[in-house]
């Protein structure tokens, strides 16, 4: 799989004539194989004698057809076998355009785990207003971001103290979460007014796990998945906070793309599956709980 996909729309159809390929090309060639065969064999020996020996060219060619009739399907799932996976490394800086293949969907579905979600933010927020003038095929998205829950003590992201320590920096935290907070009220609110203008079903929800941002992982569709890890040991240095803090640079990233051709199915189902486990286990944020009466 490459970065140049079509969107799952596309891949659909590519899929579809991949099945019909694979159905038509075990009967064709052996069709090819057998006809060969038959029609070596029949001019050696219909030709004249006088013949003969020219036509041991027939035979041997008869021979070799047959030989490779009885071996096709040994050779095929040879072939099948070494196939490589289907797989390839982007820059985070790339997301976008997956984003926009995963839009060509009737039914959209995008799962995010990661720091903030804001290389993810910029390219979901330009593909949904583009929803309100060009929907083109798209009639329900649904998309989930994973986040670190940031109101508890953190090693990264932290303040980088004596020895490099980390040194947990309530300040620094609620600076990503008042982030996270923001990207999450600009799609909820885009989504609303998506579904209430009846054509297009919008979900956008953002929940929080327990932990450090690790892995970077974007579902697109249960089709591909783009899978990379953060540089922790990333630093930047922050004036108003003052000092110098460990904050892991989302763009910065290289990803691994799998996809659900050839070897990478399985990946995907991990991955996908994974993150199904993640979000039952996650819970929503503060700022999206109902006030109390």
Known sequence: MSGGNRGAAGEG????????????EPVVTR???LGIFVTGLTAQFVKPVGDALQGKAYLGGALLSL???????????????????VQSLVNSSQLGNFVSEAFEART???SFLGYTGETLYHPLY???ENLFDRPGPTRRVLIRILVPDFGQPMTVPSKVGELDAPVDDPDIRERMEQQCRDYDGVLSELAERLT???????????RLYHGIPRDKICILNRQQVL????????????????????????????????????????????????????????KRPHWRQEPAP
């Open 126 to 128: 330009y593909r949904l």
């Open 108 to 110: 959209v579905e995008i």
């Open 227 to 282: 899978h990379g890890l953060y540089d922790l040991s990333a630093r930047i240095r922050l004036h108003r906070l003052g000092g110098e803090y460990y904050d892991p640079k989302g763009y910065r990233i290289d990803l691994n793309v799998s996809s659900r051709e050839g070897a990478a199915d399985a990946a995907v189902a991990t991955w996908t599956k994974h993150f199904d486990d993640l979000w039952l286990l996650a």
């Open 31 to 33: 069709v090819l194989l």
């Open 13 to 24: 159809g590519v899929s579809r004539l991949r099945r019909f390929q694979d159905r038509v």
């Open 67 to 85: 030989v490779g009739y009885i071996l096709y399907d040994q050779v095929k799932e040879l072939t099948s076998s070494v196939r490589a996976p």
């Open 196 to 206: 209430a203008g009846g054509r297009v079903h919008v979900d956008c929800e953002y």
